[in-house]
T-cell receptor, first 116, second 114 residues
Framework: DTGVSQDPRHKITKRGQNVTFRCDPI?????LYWYRQTLGQGPEFLTY????????KSRLLSDRFSAERPKGSFSTLEIQRTEQGDSAMYLC??????????????FGPGTRLTVL | GESVGLHLPTLSVQEGDNSIINCAYS??????FIWYKQESGKGPQFIID?????DKRQGQRVTVLLNKTVKHLSLQIAATQPGDSAVYFC?????????????FGDGTTLTVKP
């Protein structure tokens, strides 16, 4: 399967613990996005990378959240000192960036986080 | 700020009927509009997009209509099938941010009755 993959698919943690999620984009895609989706809502943008550079962060991304894409391939999203309000589906998407036209974003299956 | 929203959170149709899902948006500077389908336990899946300088685009069994005058977008699904049951989101992209990120609405749950 050459689509976007995410790991783990499900994570249950206790409040205050740190968690890390991984996203592997489609191999030739240089742009990678993280979104958060709560039940019944549409995905909300968190941050995106162009190659290894993190170019934009949403105000939703508090200082407990950090994302990296060290080699311009896979990305990790870490949440420190998790809170119950962090419970959500975390979605990763990738695309082939173009500054003059839109290119389709391909989404992974998401990581479902439950904070107890 | 920009917002994208759908008129109805749920829609139930009979198999074989046509479905129409609506969306209103506020950002007149949007460059593209996209419809996504999301099945339970999966990420959003691209269905069809339309550039802001168009008013209609057709795909396989789907048609998207864009009315920029009233900032309204719709997705029409012809001959709806049980496999079309899912949550449908509209989203917009504005290139003034040069990010290509999507701003999503809240979704309409389509249920197809056999």
């Amino acid at each position: 399967d050459t689509g976007v993959s995410q790991d783990p698919r499900h994570k249950i943690t206790k409040r205050g613990q740190n968690v890390t999620f991984r996203c592997d984009p489609i191999s030739e895609h240089n742009r990678l996005y993280w979104y958060r989706q709560t039940l019944g809502q549409g995905p909300e943008f968190l941050t995106y990378f162009q190659n290894e550079a993190q170019l934009e962060k949403s105000r939703l991304l508090s200082d407990r959240f950090s994302a990296e894409r060290p080699k311009g391939s896979f990305s990790t999203l870490e949440i420190q000192r998790t809170e119950q309000g962090d419970s959500a589906m975390y979605l990763c998407a990738s695309s082939l960036a173009s500054y003059s036209s839109y290119n389709e974003q391909f989404f992974g299956p998401g990581t479902r986080l439950t904070v107890l | 700020g920009e917002s994208v929203g759908l008129h109805l959170p749920t829609l139930s149709v009979q198999e074989g009927d046509n479905s129409i899902i609506n969306c209103a948006y506020s950002n007149s500077a949007s460059d593209y509009f996209i419809w996504y389908k999301q099945e339970s336990g999966k990420g959003p899946q691209f269905i069809i997009d339309i550039r802001s300088n168009m008013d209609k685009r057709q795909g396989q069994r789907v048609t998207v209509l864009l009315n920029k005058t009233v900032k309204h977008l719709s997705l029409q699904i012809a001959a709806t099938q049980p496999g079309d049951s899912a949550v449908y989101f509209c989203a917009e992209i504005s290139y003034n941010t040069n990010a290509g990120k999507s701003t999503f609405g809240d979704g309409t749950t389509l249920t197809v009755k056999p």
